[in-house]
């Protein structure tokens, strides 16, 4: 699968949930919800992130590092979901779930079922 099959089937693919996200939607519809979610994107919200950006980013080269010198497939896929859900579940809710390091934990579980499906 390369990565134009990816990015259509995460756009149109009826078995995920998120198919009238602001990605899958368009015109009029587009234009009232990102009018709506305009006020979380400007300058100063997205710089106030900057610091927690570069903890995940850190994490994540730890974790890569980690398998770096040895012959391994790396799910790139599965690694950058588990860094959304971390860096997401820390500016959202202000909880580590720390799915990039645990993978034990049930969210990363859960994490990994999601990107099963498909």
Known sequence: INHQDTAYYMFHSEKIPTTKSLISIRDDEWKRRRKAMAH????????????????????????????????????????FSKLTVDVLGESVFGVNFDSLRDPSNSLSKSVDAFLALG
């Open 40 to 79: 979380s994107f400007n300058n100063s919200k997205i710089l106030g992130f900057v610091e927690l950006f570069q903890k995940k980013s850190n994490v994540l080269v730890e974790v890569l590092s980690h398998d770096a010198d040895k012959e391994v497939v790396i799910d790139f896929r599965q690694i």
